[in-house]
């Protein structure tokens, strides 16, 4: 089978959302237009994909009827667009001139291309057997370099104005910053494939006869460049991103492979090898195995001071590999591992499956140039922030499972971690696990479920989806155990809804839906606490081995749209040494039209705040659980179940009810709060509805 045979089978490929082709034309770049807005929504597959449609129509509640304070309305990232991009107020992070306060890395971008393999946005556009390029093409070589730097980091309409510069500037609150310098074009002494097929993900299996496979692509990447700058200019730049032509293995081994074709048989000569005694399969790294094409691009990585990427690689895949040239390892699990293991930390650390955030999620990461899935990673969580340096010690709320047991409850306020919370604000809380993790022995062998053991601390973090969290699935309270040591899973985050999330990842070339599994990443996407009930998660998390009691209280949005949450944690071993107290007085309410009476009663802390042994502003408060119940043909409903309340201070609490058949036109509703730390400190009284 000929190399010519090869390029002649490759197919044309229709976009479900333009009215017509692209037209080629010499160095040339398509304008934004409504056509394509959505390009990872190409007609690849047989089958019509969840990301080739939008996202289902939100629930509408009852008119009249009361609802959840903090309702869960995750969206998964397959069905986003940029149109859910929301900038974080009153911040320029993208702005080039401004250089990280703390240290601004210089990169070296390094361009490389091979004889079988130009860069794809020099060929016309889709010329591609994956439809590639789509926005820019027909470039002049010369001109890659400067192109892939200003895509990466620069401002411009290509990548709607967001850079690695902006990543890491709001990642870190304006510590780091990144400027990159471009070389190249240099054309590798190999084929792509020598570099892109190696022993580990392909077993040794598919080199072509006659060449040699498992080359090192940083190592002729690199003498090409000293050979053509000198050591000297290279000394001068901190780290280095390598960049090949062409697409790369993570983000094409499933969309070309599994997704595209029913079986490695099936696979076309267009997606074959140049040698006509290979398969047209070949190995890869999660599954048995995928095209041999995909099977012959690289695989982006990280060592000690550079990366290697491809034309497919978002910026976020960037911003990946910078976090591993920092020293911070992957926190990932193979979502196709048997027996099965849950994801670590998903859609909600860069370090994770975070990186494939972006419009059109995961199975949209093979557009070149990437401005789909990979190109707005999650920011980094709060256990990699403090690693990292990039959040202020007073910003961090640290306490410990025995201090929490002489405190008594603590509960704060929260800001989101995409905004600096200003002075005296918090963007997280850390509690240490001092004695080690107690939690039960599990086996992640025969438990998809079982963390491992081992951790250090838990976290708490609020994600809100704005900045580059704008392509997280929700907004609500991230709660994490952790470890201190790179030692994956080293950041475990605790579902708020563990249940299979039981949505389709792909359907089959058959027409057969393929679930998620449980060890996708996407399992995740409403894992987030939320403050009240019935939001379709949940507002506490009690860790009974651990002796430790999370709540989520309360949702806040200031009218600059900042996201914060009131939230408490209590030991399970000691309440501290005040005095739990608290009274409850009566209230009233009137049936409205829509049938639903609402009472407000006031409950007041009648007990001590601390002394000089503790923060009243942390430890002053104590959370209240509340009951509500009415006589027969009457149905309660409580939009909080627990409340917190200041030391000498009065708030309301608000109980609904409604009449489902009762013959009577008024009713009373008892309602009782009870102290969380001390259950003796109980208050009861009542509502008269009319």
Not at 130 to 152: E, I, K
Not at 269 to 282: H, K, T
Not at 389 to 412: E, H, I, N
Request: glycine share 10%.
């Amino acid at each position: 089978m000929s190399i010519k045979r090869r390029v002649t089978a490759a197919l044309p490929v229709v976009l479900l959302v333009l009215t017509g082709a692209l037209a080629a034309a010499p160095a040339h770049a398509d304008p934004a237009s409504a056509g394509s807005e959505t390009p990872w929504r190409m007609r690849h597959w047989p089958q019509t994909q969840p990301w080739q449609r939008a996202q289902p129509a939100a629930t509408i509640h009852p008119p009249g009827a009361p609802r959840p304070i903090d309702p869960q309305t995750y969206e998964l990232p397959d069905t986003m667009t940029w149109d859910d991009y929301a900038p974080i107020p009153g911040t320029t992070w993208a702005d080039p001139s401004v250089p990280g306060s703390e240290r601004n890395f210089r990169g070296a971008l390094v361009l490389v291309d091979f004889a079988n393999q130009p860069f794809v946005v020099t060929q016309p556009a889709n010329s591609s057997i994956y439809g590639n390029p789509f926005a820019v093409h027909d470039l002049a070589r010369g001109d890659v370099p400067a192109f892939y730097r200003d895509f990466l980091n620069r401002p411009g309409p290509l990548n709607r104005g967001h850079t690695i510069h902006e990543y890491w500037m709001e990642d870190s609150g304006g510590r780091y910053g990144i400027e990159l310098g471009s070389f190249g074009v240099y054309e590798m002494p190999h084929r792509s494939h020598e570099y892109g097929i190696e022993n580990s993900w392909q077993k040794g299996l598919g080199c072509p006869a006659g060449d040699t496979c498992g080359r090192d692509l940083r190592t002729d990447a690199r003498a090409a460049w000293i050979a053509d700058v000198g050591e000297e200019t290279a000394a001068r730049y901190d780290f280095v991103f390598f960049l090949a032509a062409g697409q790369d293995e993570s983000s094409s081994w499933q969309e070309f492979g599994e997704m595209k074709f029913a079986g490695k048989e099936q696979v076309t000569d267009a997606f074959g090898p140049p040698d006509e005694a290979l398969a047209n399969w070949n190995a890869t790294r999660y599954v048995d195995w995928t095209s041999w094409q995909a099977s012959a691009n690289i695989w982006p990585n990280a060592t000690s001071g550079s990366s290697v990427q491809a034309e497919s690689s978002g910026m976020s895949v960037y911003a990946h590999e910078f976090s591993h040239i920092l020293g911070v390892a992957d926190n990932y699990n193979n979502p196709y591992s048997v027996p099965a293991r849950r994801d670590y930390s998903g859609p909600w650390e860069m370090l994770s499956r975070g990186t494939f955030n972006g419009p059109g999620g995961p199975h949209s990461r093979w557009l070149i140039p990437g401005t789909a899935g990979s190109s707005m990673g999650a920011q980094h969580m709060l256990r990699n922030k403090m690693k990292l340096g990039m959040v202020d010690d007073a910003a961090v709320l640290r306490l410990s499972r025995a201090a929490l047991a002489s405190s008594g409850v603590v509960v704060a306020r929260v800001t989101a971690r995409a905004v600096r919370p200003g002075p005296g604000g918090l963007t997280g809380i850390n509690v240490t696990l001092d004695g080690g993790d107690d939690s039960p022995a599990c086996d992640t062998a025969t438990d998809p479920y079982c963390d491992g053991g081992g951790y250090d601390d838990y976290t708490l973090e609020i994600v809100d989806r704005m900045g580059f969290d704008s392509f997280t699935p929700d907004s609500g309270v991230l709660l994490a155990k952790t470890k201190d040591a790179d030692r994956a899973p080293y950041i475990w985050t605790v579902d708020a809804n563990p249940q299979d999330i039981d949505k389709v990842d792909f359907v089959s070339p058959d027409g057969t839906p393929r679930k998620m599994t449980i060890g996708d990443y996407r399992q995740l996407s409403d894992a987030l606490f939320h403050a009240g009930t019935d939001s379709g998660s949940r507002y506490e998390y009690a860790d009974t081995a651990n002796r430790l009691h999370f709540y989520a209280l309360e949702r806040h949005r200031d009218r600059a749209g900042v996201l914060s949450y009131t939230v408490a944690v209590r030991s399970l071993d000691g309440a501290g040494p005040q005095t739990r107290g608290v009274t409850l007085g009566p209230g009233a309410g009137a049936v409205a039209p829509s049938g639903w009476a609402r009472c407000r009663l006031p409950v007041r802390n009648t007990g001590s705040a601390p002394t000089a042994a503790g923060d009243p502003g942390i430890a002053g408060s104590d959370v209240y659980r509340i009951s509500a119940s009415t006589g027969a043909g009457w149905t309660v409903w409580l939009p909080r179940a627990v409340t917190a309340v200041a030391a000498g201070r009065t708030a309301p609490v608000e109980v609904y009810v409604k009449r489902d058949g009762s013959t009577r036109r008024t009713t009373k509703v008892a309602v009782t709060v009870t102290s969380e730390s001390d259950p003796s400190a109980t208050s009861s009284n009542s509502c008269r509805v009319s």
